[in-house]
């Protein structure tokens, strides 16, 4: 019986990219009459939110990817988040001492800095093996004597070839020379991901491992794990990663990534799914537009294309169009829309933002545009007649931008008192700081008030608005971000 496996984690917005990873997942299991299992990989407490994870989960409905093993749905294998099952983990590292595959490390990240550092002026390129990282007992007594918890560390051969098997790759050869000694268990107790994953992917049965390539440099110290447990490793499938245009990795800074941002912008599902099947498979007939129960009926496996795809919001639309044009009859479209347009929660947080400013309702369309559309259309001659100079609203944008990538709460008061920190910080004025925020949000320089109107639009479609902002204004050069970056962080 195939098994696949989508096992995010919940650290941050729902990624387009695991949503490409899911659908490969399900189609092979569906069309291999397999099983698809979604499991949360939440080993990284400090980053991990249950926020997250909803949103992830919700998102990946949306598109209708169904899994048949999950936190929600449970199944036989189970529990399928893994910071419910910790004692699991810690019992097979502690086989691994057992067998010398593994071993205490008392080392601090300070030491291993500083060693890091050594070794850079040397011009001394390798990993840290046991044999680095061993300290002379007395000194391991005295730390343990002082309460120093210690991580676990897998043994790692000092050199030689690791020859991996890739479904899709064939063979890749890594070198153990550029291995480290990967911790396994850190001092808290939890897995690292390398432990969690091998033992979970094991204890699950997964039969096949679909992944982003970014995970090829694990896949030697997978290996091992697997060959120290004495277990068969699932065969190994790595995907080509999604692009920006330039080539570079799907980054937020340059393409917006969030499936919610798709979704607030008013694209369909069915064509973000049909999308994201592109960037990796063709029909057998090549044909652009394909449901995805067409894909799973055709799917292959082995058809799948490592050409670095790239994500290109014009070709999402054009297709985004045929969908809505081909398969929405009036009575979808009429139902499609106002679904996405007026939720009841949207519509009443709304009216209170124009009511007092409305003479007929015929003044409602204008003054509510901006929450209906996905970018305005902006002209840099409106950002001069602000107070601030082009410099400092260029400024601006960008520290808010930035600020906003790691604002959680997303309410209108937790988003004034952020940004109104921000510009005392930045010793601007509130009143001259907001006005560029608000024509990036609305193309003008009036707006329904600005953080209510950021609250109502959500998190995806106000970063989306700044980064345009941005572009249109010319955007930062690399050299200039990274000065703009440090005078950041000094806030
Ligand atoms: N938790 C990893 C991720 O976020 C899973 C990688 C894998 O599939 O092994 O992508």
């Not at 299991?29 to 080993?43: N, Y």
């Not at 099952?85 to 001492?97: C, G, M, N, T, V």
């Not at 340059?254 to 063709?282: C, H, Q, V």
């Not at 902002?469 to 962080?489: I, Q, T």
Request: aromatic share 10%.
């Amino acid at each position: 019986m195939i098994r696949v496996r989508v096992a995010p984690s919940p650290t941050g917005d729902p990624h387009v990219g695991t949503a490409y990873i899911a659908l490969f997942n399900l189609c092979f299991a569906r069309k291999m009459g397999g099983k698809f299992i979604l499991r949360i990989e939440d080993t990284d407490q400090s980053r991990s939110t249950a926020e997250s994870e909803q949103t992830i989960l919700s998102s990946l409905k949306w598109m209708g990817l169904e899994w048949d093993e999950g936190p929600d749905v449970g199944g036989p294998h189970g529990p399928y988040r893994q910071s419910e099952r910790e004692d699991i983990y810690a019992k097979y590292a502690h086989q691994l001492i057992d067998a010398g595959k593994a071993f205490y490390c008392y080392r601090t990240s300070d030491e291993l800095d500083q060693m890091r550092a050594e070794r850079r002026e040397k011009g001394i390129q390798k990993a840290f093996k046991a044999s680095d990282l061993q300290l002379p007992t007395a000194e391991i007594a005295e730390r343990k004597l002082a309460g120093q918890k210690p991580v676990v560390r897998m043994v790692v051969p000092e050199e030689g070839l690791c020859k991996i098997q890739d479904r899709l790759r064939g063979e890749i050869e890594l070198d153990w020379a550029n291995v480290d000694a990967q911790i396994l268990l850190k001092a808290d107790g939890m897995p690292t991901y390398h432990l969690a994953n091998v033992v979970d992917d094991h204890l699950m049965q997964i039969t096949h491992v679909i992944r982003g390539e970014e995970w090829i440099n694990s896949a030697p110290k997978h290996y091992l794990l697997y060959e120290y447990f004495g277990w068969d490793m699932p065969e190994l499938c790595h995907m080509p990663l999604l692009r920006n245009p330039d080539k570079s990795k799907l980054s937020k800074r340059k393409n917006p990534t969030s499936i919610n941002f798709y979704r607030d912008a008013g694209f369909l599902p069915e064509a973000l799914l049909n999308y994201l099947g592109r960037m990796g498979w063709s029909m057998p007939d090549e044909a652009e537009k394909f449901s995805l129960t067409e894909m799973v009926e055709h799917f292959d496996i082995d058809k799948l294309s490592l050409g670095g795809p790239v994500f290109d919001q014009e070709k999402l639309r054009w297709l985004n169009g045929m969908w809505i044009r081909e398969d929405l009859s009036a009575d979808d479209f009429i139902q499609r829309y106002a679904s996405w347009a007026f939720p009841p929660e949207k519509v009443k947080a709304i009216v209170p933002l124009i009511h007092e400013r409305v003479e007929t309702l015929a003044d409602v369309a204008p003054l509510t545009a901006l929450f209906f559309n996905s970018l305005p259309v902006l002209d840099e001659a409106t950002f001069d007649q602000l107070k601030l100079d082009r410099e400092t609203q260029v400024k601006v944008i960008q520290f808010v931008s930035w600020k906003l990538d790691s604002q959680v709460a997303w309410g209108r008061d937790d988003l004034y008192q952020s940004l109104s920190a921000l510009a005392e910080a930045m010793d601007i004025k509130l009143r001259d700081f907001l006005q560029p925020l608000f024509v990036a949000m609305s193309g003008s320089t009036v707006c329904p008030p600005l953080f209510d109107t950021m609250a109502v639009l959500g998190p995806d479609l106000t970063r989306a608005r700044f980064r345009h902002a941005l572009d249109c204004l010319g955007g930062v050069s690399k050299k200039g971000a990274k000065k703009l970056e440090r005078e950041f962080r000094e806030f």
